[in-house]
């Protein structure tokens, strides 16, 4: 019996690896599909990979992703981090509120809150552009910040923080000397999270772009519309590449983290 739940336990992941991979493969494969169309295999090329290069709007949208991305993980990590040291000498009253204050952006649907930023930043009369696309990537990704770095706060010893206290060391002193060199490796894994989730976006994107200030994301939505074509498929392969890059820094973070605490 073991052993036929063992073989079916396997066909089935492999059955949903599958199922979820597939589709991304078919992208990667039909990026070098010297046919415009998708429906047959003409041949190997990678002249849409040269057409994506030369083609300024998407050079554009992509300078600007990652100008907001970039700024985006920085003040992410910053604002989440700051929260989570913040919360631990706090009245259990105010951290909860802490909490709350940040689990509310991931709760609230992310069209009801580009919305609900459209409005707000229109109120205040701010351009939109890169300034109202940091500060609403920023709302969604703060959290994530704050949640990985408390959870490594949580794992510290507190007999060091009480060492460091009976030495003399102020509270800033016990942060700068003793709290930070812990949480680093956590702090930077989540400024890669912040990083993708701010090239990702595409809804409050939407709302938030300037008509000199396109991102990427919402380019490729653009260009969805009018049908796929292969300049498309090697776009997204590119993505998923830059994308696979993060996620493999952020496991060796996570590795290093883990040695650090063995």
């Given at each position: 019996m ?18 979820l991979y ?17 429906a047959?295999?003409t041949?190997?090329?990678f002249d849409?990979y040269?057409m994506?290069?030369?083609?300024r709007v998407?050079?554009e949208?992509?300078k600007?992703?990652?100008?907001v991305?970039l700024?985006?993980s920085?003040?992410?990590a ?16 105010m951290?909860?509120a ?12 992310e ?9 707000f930043?229109?109120a ?8 109202t ?5 920023s ?7 704050y ?8 794992e510290i ?11 003399g060391?102020?509270?800033w002193q016990?942060?700068?000397?003793v ?5 680093i ?10 990083l ?11 709302y ?10 919402v380019?490729i ?10 300049k498309?498929n090697?776009l997204?392969t590119l993505?998923?590449?830059?994308m696979?890059i993060?996620v493999g820094?952020?496991?060796l973070f996570?590795?290093?983290q883990?040695?650090?605490?063995l």
């Amino acid at each position: 019996m073991r052993l036929k739940a063992r073989k079916f336990d396997t066909f089935y992941l492999s059955l949903f690896f599958v199922a979820l991979y597939l589709p991304v493969l078919s992208v990667i494969l039909y990026s070098f599909n010297a046919s415009p169309s998708t429906a047959q295999w003409t041949g190997f090329t990678f002249d849409w990979y040269r057409m994506l290069f030369r083609d300024r709007v998407i050079v554009e949208a992509f300078k600007v992703s990652m100008e907001v991305a970039l700024i985006t993980s920085v003040l992410s990590a910053i604002l989440g981090t700051a929260s989570a040291v913040i919360s631990m000498w706090v009245t259990d009253r105010m951290k909860s509120a802490i909490q709350g204050m940040m689990i509310l952006p991931l709760l609230i649907p992310e069209v009801a809150l580009g919305i609900a930023l459209l409005i707000f930043f229109n109120a205040l009369r701010l351009p939109f552009g890169h300034l109202t696309l940091v500060l609403s990537h920023s709302l969604f990704c703060v959290p994530y910040v704050y949640i990985m770095v408390q959870l490594r706060l949580k794992e510290i010893d507190r007999s060091i923080l009480e060492s460091a206290r009976d030495l003399g060391a102020t509270t800033w002193q016990t942060v700068r000397t003793v709290i930070l060199p812990l949480v680093i490796p956590s702090i930077i894994t989540a400024s890669l999270l912040a990083l993708a989730m701010s090239l990702d976006d595409v809804i409050i994107s939407t709302y938030m772009s300037g008509p000199k200030t396109t991102t990427l994301p919402v380019h490729i939505f653009s260009m969805m519309r009018v049908g796929v074509t292969p300049k498309v498929n090697a776009l997204c392969t590119l993505i998923l590449v830059g994308m696979f890059i993060v996620v493999g820094l952020s496991q060796l973070f996570n590795k290093k983290q883990h040695k650090e605490d063995l």
